[in-house]
């Protein structure tokens, strides 16, 4: 697109040309939307402790996502919850990762701990859901707590240390009897060398798309100053 501009084009139009624009493009960043925190040296740490002895389990993430749903950014029951996973856009053995605003409920066979909810999985299965503030908080073992229940983990009761433990934050601590289950299960997959690894797509569930604001910015900004020196050159009055 070219513009064109007048050597009459005065610099108070084009202070209200770039008001304009930006009033057009911050709201885009200020769209409610679920955060996508990972850590993935704390990830592999967890999947390749001392317990998996011989047969580390190297976790892999795919470039992050959005999807546009405002509706799910709280999870509120059990139709809210169907929703978000029938949004799940990779098929097992890749792991599809949500991150919304709040989490209200959990309706996977293992009930919440006193009705309060940070993540939420399917056990066993390929889709789990983390709230984002819990996630920031403590971004390895919340995500490694959830992908134990897809990968067939139950909660552990009986340990605080252990990263199956329903109290939150998790611990970190996986026994030998949940590795061999782990080991089990069809999301551990085998590269041509022989490494073991689970694939990950963290998604984030926002309330609009967000174009690149950035570069968007920088182009309203290097046409205001290509206005302003055009107009400064033909002498119009102050602005």
Known sequence: MFIKTSHHTSRAAVRHLLTAALAF?????????????????????LFSQSSFGA??????FNPSRLIVAPELLVIKDQADLQALLDLAPDPAPTVDAFFVDQLDTCGFPEPALNGI?????????HVFVEES????????????????HNLNLPHDLFSSLNLMSPFFP?????????????LQSPLVQTDA??????QITPIAIVAAPEPPTLLLLL???ALGALLLRHTNQSGAGPI
């Open 133 to 148: 503030e819990a996630a920031a908080l403590s971004p390895a073992t919340l995500m490694g707590h959830e992908l134990g």
């Open 55 to 60: 047969t580390p389990v190297s976790i892999r």
């Open 25 to 45: 493009l911050l709201p885009s960043t200020l769209a409610e939307a679920g955060s996508i925190t990972i850590d993935a040296p704390g990830m592999s740490a």
């Open 170 to 182: 998790h611990g970190t601590e996986l026994t030998e009897e949940q590795v061999a289950t782990i």
């Open 193 to 198: 060398t022989g490494q073991r690894f689970i």
């Open 219 to 221: 182009g309203a900004a």
């Open 117 to 125: 909810v940070f993540g939420c999985a399917q056990l066993p299965g």
